[in-house]
């Protein structure tokens, strides 16, 4: 199978490329290459690649800098999402994209599901609710919803995200700040590649998947598991939401259900397990 992945050198395209290279024939586009917020340049790569999936890994991630740059987040995680949706209906391929739990405004109790209403709180949530439904111009379209991604970028590139900050600090001795009330599933990016890669193979039926490690926890908990696999005794300061001032509004309760993941054959593995096995990938990182 040819598998075009644009956003191929971000950390979570690179984790998508070392999986689909070995089964398939990949074509990978980064940001030099394929400019997504052009539809005319869109469409000319892809009838290029004449691919049979695409998957998009581009996103304009920075929460609290959409709201000062909107048209930037709106392109980059909307009308992009657009052109390649419509380039993967033109040449009959699947369609992979990727959400976030930040559609969803957070005052929920237990796991979100696929079913549950979303409800954006700011500018970045907004424009990747968008992006979900511009997915759908694609006949076999599967919009993925991972959050609090993980993991190291091929190449040699260092670890990013949130995780990689607490790992960073714990180990240098260091106070981590988390949040005690802001609870996730977090997702390792290769778990999040591999179950990718078993959709597509297995044609499992297109639609809308919560994309996560298996349970939840706050943010205190996720740093005080980092801290018992690193083998060190954390110094953390617990902080709660109310006491920051943050350009735009987090979501409190974001864990997310893989009940219709699992329903599709798809095992995600437990975010303990997840985090067990980036430490021992990061043990002599730190």
């Known amino acids: 199978m040819r598998v075009a992945v644009v956003g191929a050198r971000g950390q979570l395209g690179t984790a998508i490329v070392r999986e689909f290279e070995p089964r398939h024939d990949v074509v990978a586009f980064a940001r030099d290459t394929l400019d997504i917020s052009d539809d005319a340049a869109v469409a000319a790569a892809m009838a290029r690649a004449q691919p049979q999936a695409i998957i998009n890994c581009a996103a304009y991630n920075d929460v609290d800098g959409a709201e000062d740059h909107p048209v930037e987040a709106l392109n980059a995680n909307a009308f992009a999402v657009r052109a390649l949706a419509r380039a993967a209906a033109e040449h009959g391929a699947a369609f992979v994209h990727y959400s976030t739990d930040f559609v969803f405004d957070g005052t929920a109790s237990e796991p979100y599901t ?9 500018t970045y949530a907004a424009s990747k609710l968008l992006g979900e439904w511009f997915a759908a111009d694609a006949p076999r379209a599967y919009v993925l919803r991972v959050e609090s991604l993980f993991g190291r970028a091929a190449g040699g590139a ?46 499992s039926a297109p639609g809308l998947y919560h994309c996560v490690n298996d ?19 954390p110094r953390l300061a617990p902080v709660r939401m109310a006491e920051l001032t943050l350009r735009a ?27 067990a096995r980036f430490i021992d990938v990061e043990r002599n990182k730190y």
């Open 158 to 203: 260092p670890a990013k995200g949130s995780v990689a900050s607490i790992v960073k600090t714990l180990a240098a001795g260091g106070e981590a700040r988390v949040f005690e009330d802001r609870t996730v599933s977090p997702t390792y990016i290769i778990d999040a590649a591999t179950a990718t890669r078993q959709l597509i193979e297995k044609a």
């Open 114 to 122: 696929e079913t549950d209403s979303p409800n954006p709180r700011g």
């Open 215 to 233: 349970g939840h926890c706050t943010w205190l908990e996720l740093a005080r598991e980092l801290a018992r696999q690193m083998g060190i005794e």
């Open 249 to 275: 509004p987090r979501p409190l309760y974001c864990a997310l259900s893989i009940a219709k993941l699992a329903a599709a054959g798809i095992v995600m593995p437990t975010w303990q397990d997840a985090v």
